[in-house]
C-alpha cells in the first residue's frame, strides 16, 4: 500500500506533454546575442610634404585657433602673428576665429564658413568632432587641420602633421609650424590632391 502510494506522488510530479523543463544549458535561442563588431575606420593615406610648397597668392582663409586656454596666452599669440604674417605674404586674405571664445566648437566652424572661404583651417585638436560634423555636412567646402588628424578620414578634410605634433593640448612648437603647415596643406588642397595627412620632416 504504501509502495503505491509512492509511486502515485512521483508519477504525479514528472513532467508531462505540456511541462516545461529547466536545465543548466540555456538553450540556443535563450542564450544572448552578441554584439555587432564594429571595425574602426582606416587612416588617411600618409604622404611625405611637397619639397617647396608655395601657398597660392590671393587665397581666402579662415583659421580656427586653439585660444589661449589651450595653447597659453604666449604662444596663442605667436600663431595667431605667424598666420597673420604668412597671408601679407601671400596677399591672402584670413580671418582669425577663437574656438576658446564659445563653449560649442560646431558654431565656429559655421561661421567659419559664412564668408565663403577657399579653405578653413584648424590649428592644434581642439574641436575636430565638431570639425568633422561640419565637413560632413558641407562636402563641397575644403577643411585644413595643423598639428593633427581626424579619426576618421573624409576626402574634404586634409591634415598636416610633424614629429611631437600629437602632444596635448598642442605640440610645444605649434607656433613655429603653423605658417610651414599651413603653406604645406593649403599648397596641396590647391593642387587637388586632398583627404591626406602631409608628414612634414
Do not use: H
Not at 603653406?183 to 588642397?189: D, K, L, M, N, R
Amino acid at each position: 500500500m504504501l509502495a503505491g502510494l509512492l509511486l502515485a506522488s512521483m508519477s504525479g510530479c514528472s513532467p508531462g506533454a505540456g511541462d516545461v523543463l529547466y536545465t543548466k544549458t540555456p538553450s540556443a535561442s535563450a542564450a544572448p546575442s552578441a554584439p555587432a563588431a564594429t571595425t574602426p575606420p582606416e587612416p588617411a593615406p600618409t604622404v611625405a610634404a611637397p619639397e617647396a610648397p608655395v601657398l597660392p597668392s590671393g587665397l581666402a582663409l579662415v583659421v580656427v585657433l586653439p585660444g589661449d586656454g589651450s595653447a597659453g596666452v604666449e604662444q596663442a599669440d605667436a600663431v595667431r602673428q605667424a598666420v597673420t604674417e604668412l597671408a601679407t605674404a601671400n596677399a591672402a586674405s584670413v580671418t582669425l576665429l577663437d574656438v576658446g571664445a564659445t563653449s560649442n566648437a560646431g558654431t565656429i566652424y559655421e561661421r567659419a564658413l559664412d564668408s565663403d572661404p577657399d579653405v578653413v583651417v584648424t590649428v592644434g585638436p581642439t574641436g575636430l568632432d565638431a570639425l568633422q560634423q561640419v565637413a560632413a555636412a558641407a562636402p563641397e567646402r575644403q577643411f585644413l587641420v595643423v598639428g593633427a588628424q581626424p579619426l576618421a578620414p573624409a576626402p574634404n578634410i586634409t591634415a598636416v602633421v610633424w614629429p611631437g605634433s600629437d602632444a596635448q593640448p598642442v605640440a610645444a612648437d605649434l607656433a613655429a609650424r603653423v605658417a610651414q603647415a599651413v603653406t604645406a596643406g593649403a599648397s596641396e588642397i590647391a593642387a587637388e590632391r586632398r583627404g591626406l595627412v602631409i608628414a612634414l620632416p
